[in-house]
């Protein structure tokens, strides 16, 4: 699922490690949501979300709705 | 080089585990050397299952520290990977007309008891699926 994952963490001056650490999951995780290689869960789709406190369709695209990305 | 917090806890797991595993070893061939059971092979089972399964209980705690993504990634590999792997196995005893001794034989039982109990684990979760919604499509 593309996402700006990548954009965001770097915003926030964060390396894939330090996001990782700051929620309580592996860095393969990051790196795999980041290059869309795997769908994050949901409760990790939303902690991401939290935080960097935006909805989740801001930080997910929703492939099935045409007015995105 | 960092290892991050999640790293640790796997860590921790991992060496948790080979913490009681060794004794548990060391314990398993302590009772088959000395014939601790005598020929009570349910007895034996039985003691060896239940601390087997002390072991096996860290597993769980392991598998559950997991994030969603990482558990995906090992499901997948175990059961595509893992599974590809024996039945390749099998396939290479059957060429080399293994599959009647006692080592294929014994390779045979353990894959199909991994596969029986795959189905098993797998009927639990449709069963448990269909309890869920109450047997109502809604």
């Known amino acids: 699922m593309k996402n700006r994952l990548r954009e965001l963490r770097k915003a926030q001056g964060l390396n894939q490690a330090d996001l990782a650490d700051a929620l309580g999951v592996s860095r393969q995780t990051i790196i795999g949501v980041e290059a869309d290689k795997y769908d994050p869960s949901l409760p990790i789709a939303y902690q991401l979300a939290a935080h960097f406190d935006v909805p989740v369709e801001e930080l997910f695209f929703n492939p099935w709705r045409g007015d995105q990305d | ?138």
């Open chain 2, 1 to 138: 080089m960092r290892i991050s917090k999640y790293d640790r806890r796997q860590i921790g797991y991992v060496a948790l585990c080979a913490a009681l595993m060794v004794p548990f070893g060391l314990f398993a061939g302590y009772a088959l050397r000395t014939n601790l059971f005598g020929d009570n092979v349910w007895l034996a089972f039985g003691v060896l299952l239940a601390l087997g399964g002390v072991v096996w209980s860290i597993n769980f705690l392991w598998w559950r520290s997991l994030d969603a993504v990482h558990q995906q990634g090992l499901m997948s590999s175990w059961y595509h990977a893992g599974f590809f792997g024996a039945f390749a196995f099998m396939l290479w005893m059957v060429a080399n007309k293994m599959h009647k001794s006692d080592y294929g034989e014994g390779a045979m039982h353990m894959f199909f008891t991994q596969v029986a109990a795959g189905f098993l684990m797998y009927l639990w979760w449709k069963w448990r699926g269909s309890l869920l919604s109450g047997g109502k499509v809604e």
